[in-house]
């Protein structure tokens, strides 16, 4: 499984963007998806993860209610729509994939990220 991500870019404060994961491989549709983001100096933190029949879908608590993760398994794509976007969620975001078993995903699969820069 390989995965792309893309849409990242410049943003004023309350501006929105939408995020890509365009994914090849046939397991791609039975695995959850993440997104995750680094931003500079800091760890990589989680921000988002759908499961593979897009109904159930889980949120830092920072970003509920601003961003949403979905998909398209008929295009291979994941998608992360990003709202009323804060200068702190300036960051370099990553799509990744794999196995969810037991409660626990294994993101065996990572794509190269996007930078987004949110101005204030």
């Known amino acids: 499984v390989q995965l792309q991500a893309s849409g990242g870019g410049l943003v004023q404060a309350g501006g929105s963007l939408r995020l890509s994961c365009a994914t090849s491989g046939r397991t791609f549709s039975s695995y959850t998806v993440g997104w995750f983001r680094q931003a500079p100096g800091k760890e990589r933190e989680f921000v988002a993860r759908?499961?593979?029949?897009?109904?159930?879908?889980y949120y830092r608590d920072t970003v509920k209610g601003r961003f949403t993760i979905s998909r398209d398994n008929a295009k291979n794509t994941v998608y992360l729509q990003m709202n009323n976007l804060k200068p702190e969620d300036t960051a370099v975001y990553s799509c990744a994939a794999g196995p969810r078993r037991s409660g626990i995903t294994n993101y065996d699969y990572w794509g190269q990220g996007t930078q987004v820069t949110v101005s204030s």
């Open positions: 759908i499961n593979w029949s897009a109904d159930i879908t």
